[in-house]
């Protein structure tokens, strides 16, 4: 009996062995020559890339570590068991901070912040001070050949709904609440047209406004930026332009499948969620061309062929582009430049109905030569600056001005 015990003794530790070397060998070899992507479209990352051996590296021991980062991104299977990873801890231990993101009692998806999140006030305002700075001699430029200039200010969706963290996490509010104090002060110092759109929403206090499950705002929140914009650009400006629209002059569709949001792409969309998104067009039809980095594109909204996919934000204009330009052949009204990062999308399809010529930049895309150059060629008559209040002290993207 004691010898059959023995038998089965070794026999274990020797699978056991087999199952070591396999793991230790073959699943780092298996994990190189598997067909690997450089971007992680879940978590929003770009994954580490193959260690670089030389002596440096080696006699430091930053070979050995890049090893460890590279396979922890690039291990064979890695997603099924993030997502395996994600099921476990949302459905089995019920934990409300997954992944770096923090779930609500109502189900709003926040991003996570740390306690100790590194944060200089004084560092942040100087950053959003050479920002108006930037922007002050922007609207100088714009005004000097006679065109005007407006700056829109976009809460983010999780400082729209900063309010909706659970009491023991950190909500960002210091960082926030200085963003918008420093920006619209020193805008309103320096005389710059802008509209703080985190205030206008407040003034309603929609529930709507904003995306539960991605960082936007929804198409409610597009069409409220939407006519405050138009309505500045006609009463304070004076252009001879008609008024916002109504929802009753559009036709307002709601999209059936429920968002593919940028939160719960955190969570390999396991989160449950019946939101929607919604898409308009205007009653009143008005022949056009539009091009989209230099190629005619007449699609407002970009669907999924397929019935059974479900839609995301980017639906809208079909996400992130360089270039878009909008002619409506309308001589006898004024044209229009509309720079921004993602926030811009949403408003593109309601905003170029009123303008003879609407032309769309994303500066992080765009190379071909520098807002000014571009303003200086084309001489909009009203130029429409579009920025997320997470981004006032950005000076790079569509916070650089003079990037060729």
Avoid at 135 to 143: G, N
Avoid at 185 to 194: P, Y
Avoid at 248 to 275: A, F
Wanted: hydrophobic share 30%; charged share 30%; with cysteine.
């Amino acid at each position: 009996m004691k010898e059959k015990t023995k038998k089965m003794k070794k026999l274990s530790d020797y699978n056991l062995s087999i199952l070591f070397i396999i793991i230790i060998f073959f699943i780092p070899i298996l994990t190189k020559i598997h067909p690997h992507t450089d971007i992680s479209s879940f978590e929003n990352r770009t994954l580490a890339t193959p260690p670089i051996f030389n002596r440096e590296t080696l006699s430091s021991g930053e070979y050995f570590n890049n090893w460890e980062e590279y396979l922890s991104d690039h291990i064979v299977g890695r997603n099924r068991w993030l997502k395996l990873y994600t099921y476990l801890n949302m459905n089995i231990l019920r934990k409300n901070k997954i992944n770096d993101i923090v779930i609500s009692k109502d189900g709003t998806l926040l991003p996570f912040y740390a306690h100790n999140r590194i944060y200089d006030p004084e560092t942040h305002k100087a950053n959003i001070k050479k920002m108006a700075n930037n922007i002050e001699e922007l609207s100088s430029y714009v005004d000097e050949y006679g065109g005007k200039f407006c700056f829109i200010g976009i809460p983010e969706q999780s400082s729209y709904y900063r309010e909706r963290y659970p009491d023991y996490f950190y909500n960002n509010y210091e960082f926030l609440c200085n963003s918008e104090k420093t920006m619209f002060l020193l805008l309103r110092e320096k005389n710059i047209d802008f509209i703080n759109m985190n205030e206008e929403f407040k003034k309603e206090n929609r529930d709507d406004f904003y995306l539960k499950t991605d960082h936007h705002y929804s198409f409610r929140g597009a069409f409220k930026t939407y006519e405050k914009i138009i309505n500045k650009i006609k009463n304070d400006f004076g252009l001879d332009i008609q008024g916002a629209l109504d929802e009753n002059e559009m036709d307002i569709i709601t999209i059936e499948n429920p968002i593919l949001g940028s939160r719960n792409r955190q969570l390999y969309y396991l989160y449950p969620t019946s939101e929607k998104m919604e898409i308009a067009y205007h009653k009143e039809k008005i022949d056009y061309e539009k091009i989209d980095n230099g190629v005619k594109s007449p699609e407002f909204y970009h669907m999924e062929e397929s019935p059974d996919e479900r839609p995301s934000y980017g639906v809208f204009m079909g996400g992130d582009l360089a270039e878009t330009v909008i002619k409506t052949n309308r001589s006898n009204l004024p044209n229009a430049l509309i720079f921004g990062d993602s926030f811009t999308n949403a408003v593109e399809p309601l905003l170029y109905y009123h303008f003879n010529e609407t032309r769309i930049l994303d500066l992080r895309y765009y190379e071909d030569k520098s807002l000014y150059k571009y303003i200086e060629e084309y001489k909009p008559d009203v130029v429409i600056m579009i920025r997320d209040d997470l981004n006032y002290g950005n000076n790079e993207g569509n916070g650089n001005f003079n990037r060729k």
